[in-house]
């Protein structure tokens, strides 16, 4: 009987975290693990090149490919291509969008975080 008594209350906690969590929308976009260290990096930098995002966040040309432009087609960030004498160069900024979208998510953990020590 103790077995359903501590189940039922998992559930109870899981409800509640997964209550506060879908109250206002987690935004996937922003939560998945290299798009977050993006916008955290961008957060702290006026502006930030392909390359030094690259070096930082320790991932591939590919990758870091993939998901600047997911961020950029949302709104979240703007890229300026330019050259260095013949070196292409990336330059990437944080938008309004974007800054809003990082404090909206980082709300939303915080209040995870609260929801779960409160219990």
Request: aromatic share 4%.
């Amino acid at each position: 009987m103790a077995g359903k008594n501590t189940a039922r209350k998992e559930r109870e906690i899981i409800g509640a975290v997964v209550g506060a969590a879908t109250a206002p929308k987690l935004d996937r976009l922003v939560h998945e693990r290299l798009r977050l260290g993006i916008l955290s990096a961008l957060s702290v930098n006026e502006s930030l090149t392909f390359n030094e995002l690259k070096k930082l966040l320790e991932t591939t040309d590919g990758n870091l490919s993939v998901h600047a432009r997911k961020l950029e087609e949302a709104g979240y960030l703007s890229c300026t291509k330019s050259f260095e004498g013949r070196v292409p160069r990336s330059d990437y900024k944080m938008t309004a969008a974007g800054r809003k979208a990082l404090e909206r998510y980082l709300d939303h953990m915080e209040a995870l975080i609260q929801a779960m020590r409160e219990r």
